[in-house]
Nanobody
Framework: VQLQAYGGGLVQAGGSLRLSCAASGRTFSSYAMGWFRQAPGKEREFVAAISVSGKSTYYADSVKGRFTISRDDAKNTVYLQMNSLKPEDTAVYYC????????????????????WGQGTQVTVSS
């Protein structure tokens, strides 16, 4: 599967953005999906994940209550709605796909995912 992330941009603190990740292929609905981010000089970190059914989601503590992950299998797209953005949310955001059954302890691990998008830049100004 190929992933294309988009929707990033420049926003003021307190603002909102919605990232989208479009997937090619007919098997999107069988993939658990995740969002990660990487700020300059830092390691890639987990942001959010959603299970195949969409019934299970998991968030990093730093974004819980502000970000929402969702998926639309009819459009082969996963979304990340980001509200109340902070300067520390500034990073390149990546989407990822894993053809695996949901495992909460593992969805936060980059190596659990098989496929990655190219990333989209999010910059939050103070």
């Amino acid at each position: 599967v190929q992933l294309q992330a988009y929707g990033g941009g420049l926003v003021q603190a307190g603002g909102s953005l919605r990232l989208s990740c479009a997937a090619s292929g007919r098997t999107f609905s069988s993939y658990a999906m995740g969002w990660f981010r990487q700020a300059p000089g830092k390691e890639r970190e987990f942001v959010a994940a959603i299970s195949v059914s969409g019934k299970s989601t998991y968030y990093a503590d730093s974004v819980k209550g502000r970000f929402t992950i969702s998926r639309d299998d009819a459009k082969n797209t996963v979304y990340l709605q980001m509200n109340s953005l902070k300067p520390e949310d500034t990073a390149v955001y990546y989407c990822a796909a894993a053809p695996r059954a949901w495992q909460t302890l593992l969805v936060v691990t980059p190596n659990w995912y098989h496929y990655w998008g190219q990333g989209t830049q999010v910059t939050v100004s103070s």
